[in-house]
């Protein structure tokens, strides 16, 4: 039996659990990026995100995505196409758009961060100038995106020429692929972790993002290996990886919107308890001048207006 009709024949009955399972996660992919692209937006500064932050999680969902078009598997699953119904490839290749909404959407948040990057104030305090800050410049932002896109061209430019003079090699590109996803997703959250910390607040990271995709890397990612098998190890096994480095950032960052000296909890109570407005407002509010003792000399309202000489 051809073993590429014998793989067309199971592609042809995808069943009803996975398909639905996997038409769910890419809208999870969507919705869980929303509240980040949201946030940026609604507060027009994408303060308090790291721009490598940025840069590893881009080049890292790159490679994520080219590993899984040029992996051998996604080309049988395209070749089966002419032999079963559309329902079923759209069924087959289902994995191949999870990875595409996941690169589009953090695509997306290099986009917005550069539109909204702060460069009146500095990236790392907003009530100072980029001038007398060491963080990095909207410079840096622009550099970071010219990186991205040149990234991007040369995995395009060396997957196809792979594909068309060395196909027995795609197999071994696609796994260094994977690899190299693997690695930059390791580091992607350590910037960001870094950033948080030493801001102590979140700024414009967003937290629900992060609540949904956290569990929802893990369910992704059984999801993929359940498709893919042990051999797909380099495509969901960075997922695992993202999980939980992306548990630990949302950890800290809970931490420090709810609980740290800089809370919204604990500044609404300042506000409350001594009248104090949160983040040093009080600081910059004039005094009132105290008003100056009386003199003898000088008339005030009890002095009469004619007096005796």
């Known amino acids: 039996m051809d073993p590429s ?28 990026y929303l509240p980040q692209h949201v946030r940026i937006i609604s507060r027009r ?6 721009p490598y932050f940025v840069l590893l999680g881009v080049t890292s969902g790159t490679s ?6 040029v992996f051998p598997k996604t ?12 329902i079923a490839c759209f069924a087959g290749l289902l994995g191949v758009f999870q990875m595409g909404m996941q690169w589009l959407c953090f695509f997306s948040i290099l986009l917005l961060f550069v539109i ?13 100038s980029v001038s007398t800050s060491n963080g990095p410049t909207y410079r840096t932002a622009l ?6 896109l040149f990234h991007a061209l040369a995995t395009v430019i060396i997957s196809i020429a792979f594909a068309l003079r060395q196909p027995t090699a795609l197999q071994s590109w696609a796994n260094f692929l994977g690899v190299l996803a693997a690695i930059l997703a390791s580091i992607q959250y350590f910037p960001q972790i870094y950033t948080t ?7 414009s990271l967003s937290i629900p993002m992060m609540c949904i995709q956290t569990p929802g890397s893990l369910i992704w ?35 420090f919107e709810y609980f740290g000296p800089n809370s919204k909890r604990k500044e609404a109570h300042r506000a409350d308890g001594d009248g104090t407005p949160p983040n040093g407002a009080a600081s910059e509010r004039p005094e009132t001048p105290a008003r100056e003792p009386m003199s003898a000399d000088r008339p005030s309202e009890e002095t009469p207006l004619l007096q005796s000489q």
Not at 143 to 148: G, K, S, V
């Open 221 to 255: 990612a059984a999801s993929l290996a359940a498709r893919e098998g042990a051999k797909g190890w380099s495509i969901w096994g960075v997922l695992v990886v993202t999980a939980c480095l992306q548990g630990t950032l949302l950890v800290m960052a809970i931490y």
């Open 64 to 69: 994520a995505f080219a590993n899984i078009l």
């Open 116 to 128: 909204y990057f702060p460069r009146a104030t500095s990236p790392t305090d907003p009530v100072s």
């Open 143 to 148: 550099a970071i995106t010219a990186i991205c």
């Open 5 to 32: 009709t014998s793989h067309c024949r199971e592609l042809a009955s995808p069943g009803i659990f996975q398909p639905v399972l996997s038409v769910l996660i890419i809208f999870g992919i969507l919705f869980s």
């Open 197 to 203: 910390f030493r801001l102590r607040c979140v700024g």
């Open 75 to 86: 080309s049988q699953h395209v070749s089966c196409c002419h032999e079963i119904s559309g």
């Open 45 to 50: 500064s994408s303060f308090g995100i790291s």
